[in-house]
Each structure stands twice: as structure tokens, then as C-alpha cells.
């Protein structure tokens, strides 16, 4: 009898323990479950390689969606309205236009900067020098790096883009524009500059010396303050991430060539345009503040903007 009693106090107190650790593991996170923006293009390996080894729901200990949200201004509205709790892969210029308009929105911290990923292409060999450009039609989407990326090279020659015929256009859009020749020029990044340079196309320029090309990851300033713990864990998520791409990069980059449908030679050559490194350095600050120059003088925010706002103490 004495042993039975043993038994079923050490099976109460087991019982016990398990249930302190599985209220402990539901507690872990203020929050129940999160969602993320979920953007691969133009070679965005950090979100291809986390989606497929599912690292946030593991680190995070929540269910995790994807909103696969490709427009930098429907990302930015995503936030706005809560239905995304982090911008996972988000333009320069999208939170810049965001936050002068007024929006809660800061920079947790880096994702990339590939200024060589983004190009200008045409068929037109003669197309040299910004001077070429002139009344030429150009497609490639507003508010974009690609468009700063215009907007940049047309100044080299104190030229605007009211010189040109800019048309506003999808990547993919822009590059079956090209292929069919209804346009001069298509404003592509990543695997569709990749193709238009594999198809023999003239690169007009990239964003070398011209743009940094900036990509950071983005959440509110209430969400950032309500939830420290989801912040930490994310950090240590995006360690992880960042590991395996270095210690596993063959393949980190096969994973990339899958989900994309390209070459696994493609994706190397590609890969080498990019630094991955999350953190925040003055050179980004500086980026950032040559980009928000460019939206004012461009007239795509109707004041000067100090970026400074945009990033935590």
C-alpha cells in the first residue's frame, strides 16, 4: 500500500512539473501567433531559407503566417492596420514614404543592400549615356529602388525623369514589355535582370555608386515597446538564419534556386550582389538619408525627412 501511495504522489508530481512546463512554454510570447511579410523577389535567400526550415515558428514557439505582400505600400498598410506584425523584407523608400505620412513605422534592423542586383536593360545598344535616355520609354515600378535608381542616373546628366516617358510597371511586367518590344528600357532586379543579361540585353547601368539599395526589416514603434520578448526571439531567429546561410550556404542557395525555378549557377552569381548582414551601420543611416533627399526633391514626400526618427535608441 505504501508503495502504491509513493507512486501516485511521484506520478502527481511529474504530472505537475509537466504542467508548469507547458504553461511556461504558452507563456513564452506575449503574443498567440504573428505574421510576416513574405517576399522573395529579387533574391531574397533569408526569407527563403526561414520559410523552409520553418525557423520563426520553431524560435518564436507561435504559429506563423506568411503574407505574401510584393507592393512596398501594401506592406507598409499591413502594418498599419495590424494585420502584419513585421515587414520582413521591406524597401527604403516604402518606409520612408510611410513614416512622413505620418505612419508608426521603424527600422528593427538591416535585411540587405544590393545596389548590383538592380538594373536598367534594353536591346538598343546605343544606349550609352544618360543623354541616350532621352524620350525614351521606361518602364519599372514607383517607388522602388529601381525608380531612385533612374531618378539617380538621368541626374548624373542634370536630366529629370520628366525627360523620359516613365511608364509605371511591374519587374515581370517591365521585362515581358522588353522581351515584346513595346519599350525602350525595363527598370529589373535580381533573376529578371539575370534573364534579360542571359538573353544577351544591354545593361545600361546598375545601381553601383549610384543607390545602396536598401532592404531592412520593419515593425511598429507600439508593437517594438508591447512586446520586447517577441523582439528578442526574433533576433535570435534571424541569428539563425544568418548561420545557416554561412555554415550551409550550398544549401541555403539550392533551396533558392528551387523555390525560384532558376539555376543553381544563376543564384551564385546573383548571390555575390548581396550583403545579408542585419545590422545597422552609419553607412545605412546615410543610405537611408540619400534616399529620403531623393523622395523630396522627386516630389514623392512633400517635406524634407531626417531619418533619424526612423530608427530605436
Avoid: W
Wanted: charged share 25%; with cysteine.
Amino acid at each position: 500500500m505504501r508503495n502504491r501511495k509513493v507512486t501516485a504522489l511521484i506520478l502527481a508530481a511529474m504530472m505537475g512539473t509537466a504542467s508548469l512546463c507547458i504553461g511556461a512554454g504558452a507563456e513564452e510570447l506575449s503574443v498567440d501567433e504573428l505574421t510576416f511579410t513574405y517576399v522573395t523577389s529579387p533574391l531574397n535567400v533569408p526569407s527563403i531559407v526561414e520559410k523552409e526550415q520553418g525557423i520563426f515558428a520553431e524560435t518564436l514557439g507561435v504559429p506563423v503566417d506568411y503574407a505574401e505582400l510584393t507592393s512596398g505600400a501594401d506592406q507598409t498598410q499591413a502594418l498599419a492596420s495590424g494585420d502584419v506584425q513585421v515587414l520582413y523584407a521591406v524597401g527604403g523608400t516604402s518606409i520612408i514614404q510611410s513614416a512622413a505620412a505620418g505612419a508608426d513605422i521603424k527600422v528593427l534592423n538591416m535585411y540587405s543592400r544590393s545596389p548590383k542586383a538592380f538594373c536598367l536593360y534594353t536591346k538598343d545598344e546605343g544606349i550609352t549615356s544618360p543623354e541616350d535616355l532621352r524620350g525614351k520609354t521606361i518602364a519599372g515600378p514607383t517607388g522602388t529602388n529601381l525608380h531612385e535608381l533612374l531618378v539617380s542616373y538621368l541626374a548624373t546628366a542634370d536630366m529629370t525623369i520628366d525627360d523620359v516617358d516613365y511608364v509605371n510597371m511591374s519587374i515581370p511586367d517591365a521585362k515581358a514589355a522588353l522581351d515584346g518590344d513595346s519599350l525602350d528600357v525595363a527598370m529589373v532586379a535580381g533573376a529578371a535582370a539575370y534573364n534579360c543579361e542571359a538573353a544577351g540585353y544591354h545593361k545600361v547601368t546598375d545601381g553601383e555608386g549610384l543607390i545602396k539599395a536598401i532592404i531592412a526589416v520593419a515593425v511598429t514603434e507600439e508593437f517594438y515597446e508591447a512586446h520586447p520578448d517577441v523582439i528578442e526571439k526574433l533576433g535570435q531567429a534571424q541569428d539563425i538564419i544568418a548561420d545557416f546561410m554561412t555554415n550551409s550556404e550550398e544549401e541555403a542557395l539550392q533551396l533558392a534556386a528551387d523555390y525560384l525555378d532558376l539555376d543553381l549557377e544563376a543564384v551564385e552569381e546573383m548571390y555575390s550582389y548581396y550583403d545579408f548582414n542585419t545590422e545597422i551601420t552609419d553607412e545605412d543611416i546615410d543610405g537611408f538619408q540619400k534616399t529620403a533627399d531623393f523622395m523630396y526633391e522627386s516630389g514623392m514626400i512633400e517635406e524634407a525627412y531626417d531619418v533619424t526618427a526612423l530608427f530605436f535608441d
